[in-house]
């Protein structure tokens, strides 16, 4: 029974140094371009990174082929997110211009029924508001001044 046992420990043994040996250490990061690397070096000081364990390419097992598989899953997925991030900002900054748009026409409206009380529409016709209505285009543009230019 005791030579069983010290027969199985010793191959445990040795499929465990075995095994270890194919194990290896790779580094994953985003460059200063927004790129994912991979290396089994880790990157310079102040730069975040992932440790991911794989199998050395020597050995073809199943388990290595997932590892694989999933890697490519990995960085198909960072390039989606890289892809939609950039997607993100272009919209973000299209609508920080519309908004910025949006802020000078309400405070002109706003300077206008402030000093203003008659006009001249596109046909030269002088045109005038009522204080009731001018007071309700001052509260209006009060608002949008509020709404866009926060």
Not at 18 to 41: C, E, L, M
Request: net charge positive.
């Amino acid at each position: 029974m005791r030579r069983i046992s010290i027969i199985l420990a010793s191959i445990l043994l040795s499929l465990f140094i075995s095994g270890s040996s194919y194990a290896v250490s790779t580094y994953k990061w985003i460059d200063s371009n927004g790129h994912v690397v991979y290396s089994q070096r880790p990157p310079a000081d102040g730069t975040r990174y992932e440790r991911i364990q794989t199998l050395a390419p020597s050995s073809r097992s199943s388990s290595e082929s997932h590892a694989a598989s999933s890697a490519r899953e990995s960085i198909m997925q960072d390039e989606v997110k890289r892809k939609e991030n950039a997607l993100v900002k272009k919209e973000m900054e299209k609508n920080a211009a519309e908004r910025e748009k949006d802020c000078k026409l309400a405070k002109d409206h706003l300077r206008f029924y402030q000093v203003q009380r008659r006009w001249k529409d596109k046909d030269g016709n002088i045109k005038s508001l009522s204080d009731k209505e001018r007071m309700k285009k001052l509260e209006q543009s009060k608002q949008q001044v509020a709404d866009y230019c926060s």
